[in-house]
């Protein structure tokens, strides 16, 4: 397989994989609909940095041990399931917020932008699926032995494609007709998305054997 058809397959691949439901989905729809464009490319970015993590062992054939030991999936799925959960009990615990209170709903100021980073690089990087969606995509799809300089680069345009994907979604959820709608129902997102993140965290927990 060249260069180009590798890199044709990776983006198909990826941008299904993306775009397809799950945590990091979720983490940006209510990052944007709460607190607004900054606060989902923020969240987005740090999606996109915890690739570099499922990206740097799967390129090192740490994804194929992690993906065939039952004891190291143990210490994957508990601590992935965990972190959702305690995104899930966070959710949960939100309360009302009235008309005036534009705090919480505020573009993400500077000193949260750390902040909001770290949660999205967490919710990516402890994601128990993404050995095995790795493991796939660097030992399956693309040919073994790949060229270090290749590999890099496709690396690094996985990572582009999912800044570009939750980037547009933040835009989306975060244009002044669909904000104003939304924002005045933020606890009820809140508490919509601690449930799915507590089913998906239980789900996870509940795979361990």
């Given amino acids: 397989m060249n260069f180009w058809q590798g890199f044709t397959i990776v ?3 990826h941008l299904l994989a993306a775009a397809s439901p799950g945590p990091d989905f979720a983490l940006v729809t209510r990052q944007s609909l709460l607190h607004g464009r900054t606060a989902g490319v923020l969240t987005s970015l740090g999606i996109s940095l915890g690739l570099a993590i ?3 062992y799967s390129a090192a ?3 194929v041990v992690v993906t065939h030991s039952v004891e190291w999936m143990v210490v994957v799925k508990l601590t992935g399931g965990s972190y959702l959960i305690y995104l899930g009990i966070k959710g949960l615990r939100a ?3 009235s008309a005036d209170d534009n705090q919480e709903i505020q573009l993400a100021t500077n000193n949260s ?3 909001m980073i770290s949660t999205g690089f967490f919710c990516n990087a402890l994601n128990p699926k993404a050995p095995v969606y790795f493991l796939s995509l660097f030992t399956v799809i693309l ?3 790949i060229p270090l300089p290749n590999l ?3 690396g690094v345009w996985i990572m582009v494609l999912q800044m570009l994907w939750f980037t547009s979604l933040a835009c989306l959820f975060t244009k002044p007709a669909i904000r104003q709608r939304v924002v005045k129902f933020g606890h009820w997102i809140d508490r919509t998305f601690g449930v799915v993140m507590l089913a998906l965290g239980l789900q996870v927990l ?3 054997r």
Avoid: E, M, Q
Wanted: glycine share 8%.
């Fill in 11 to 13: 983006t198909f691949v």
């Fill in 54 to 56: 499922h990206i740097l």
């Fill in 61 to 63: 054939g740490l994804a």
């Fill in 95 to 97: 309360k009302h917020r």
């Fill in 113 to 115: 932008a750390f902040r």
């Fill in 143 to 145: 040919s073994p032995g």
């Fill in 152 to 154: 890099a680069i496709y």
């Fill in 206 to 208: 509940n795979s361990i």
